[in-house]
């Protein structure tokens, strides 16, 4: 298991990587890394589709406001 594959699981997971996973090659530590990758990916892709689909509600011209308000 190299250092590089653990880091770059690391920054995906934003902690240290649970217990058990130094049993991984590093080809698995890759794709789990990218498997979470593309989950945070869809997750923030519905996230905003989601947030689009709300402000729906929100006349045209105030959801830019609305959206400055709710997210900064």
Excluded: C, H, N
């Excluded at 920054?11 to 498997?35: H, K, N, Y």
Aim: glycine fraction near 6%; hydrophobic fraction near 45%; avoid cysteine.
């Amino acid at each position: 298991m190299s250092a590089k594959a653990v880091r770059a699981l690391e920054s995906e997971l934003g902690a240290a990587p649970p217990d058990g996973l130094e049993r991984l090659t590093d080809a698995q530590l890759r794709a789990l890394t990218e498997f979470l990758r593309a989950a945070k990916r869809r997750q923030s892709d519905a996230l905003e589709s989601a947030v689009e689909e709300a402000l729906e509600i929100v006349p045209r011209l105030a959801r830019g406001s609305v959206r400055k308000i709710l997210f900064g």
